[in-house]
């Protein structure tokens, strides 16, 4: 079975400047996820989609990061413009579900993008 | 809100040895705890889960996790460590219906010959 999938792997880009990182999560999996590692730190979400619709948006800075997933299958979270603390890993996951009780389903991470912001 | 911390930053071990690494728990309600590990330049990938029942959880690559409820505690264990289980090692928290998880800081483990 193929992983979650993300692309680039690393980019640098100047502040004010914008990007765009894609995923695309596992086969069949309906729920996708956005998180910010910050060095040192853990990741922390930023973003859940249930299928194309939102879940959880509640971290999003979203005077400047938005995020989409058409169709319900592929993901774009864009930075526009950047600043110098969005300098972080940015890694998609994706789970089977979103929850149910008494069940927590693992969530599968790809591999990340490195972004850095001079 | 749920929240969960992990008291070291690094912890050292011989190869062979046994290796605990350090989680604890603030939650509202059951806790649906996970351990994950994060090598170099990759994702992270899961371990192991408590959701309920048996208090000794046993996940991949031969680590378990003893979850104590009167200590909150959900600490990582392996009988005999590895060099190659030498990581990033980070603890987590569902918080609310919807499977967000809340992650800890992390802690490296070093495993030395």
């Known amino acids: 079975e193929a992983g979650v999938a993300q692309s680039p792997r690393y980019k640098i880009i100047e502040k004010r400047q914008s990007v765009a990182f894609w995923c695309n999560p596992i086969s069949g999996h309906a729920t996708l996820y956005w998180y910010q590692q910050i060095l040192g730190q853990g990741p922390k979400l930023l973003i859940q989609?249930?299928?194309?619709?939102?879940?959880?948006d509640s971290q999003l800075p979203k005077d400047r990061f938005s995020a989409e997933r058409l169709k319900g299958v592929d993901s774009t979270l864009k930075i526009q413009p950047a600043k110098l603390e969005d300098s972080a890993v940015y890694l998609c996951a994706s789970s089977l579900k979103t929850a149910r009780v008494g069940f927590a389903y693992e969530q599968y991470f790809g591999p990340g993008t490195r972004l850095t912001v001079t | 809100a749920q929240s969960v911390a992990q008291p070291e930053d690094q912890v050292n071990v011989a190869e062979g040895n046994p290796l605990t690494v350090k989680c604890t728990y603030s939650?509202?309600?059951?806790?649906?705890l996970f351990w994950y590990v994060q090598y170099p330049n990759r994702g992270l990938q899961f371990l192991l889960k408590?959701?309920?029942?048996?208090?000794l959880v046993k996940g991949s690559y031969g680590f378990e996790a003893e979850f104590n409820k009167s200590q909150t505690s959900f600490h990582l264990k392996k009988p005999s460590a590895l060099v190659s289980d030498s990581a990033l090692y980070f603890c987590a928290v569902r918080d609310g219906g919807y499977n967000k998880l809340i992650f800890g800081a992390g802690t490296r483990l070093a495993v030395h010959p």
């Open positions: 989609f249930q299928n194309n619709g939102v879940v959880d």
């Open positions: 939650v509202s309600g059951n806790p649906y």
């Open positions: 408590y959701i309920t029942g048996d208090n």
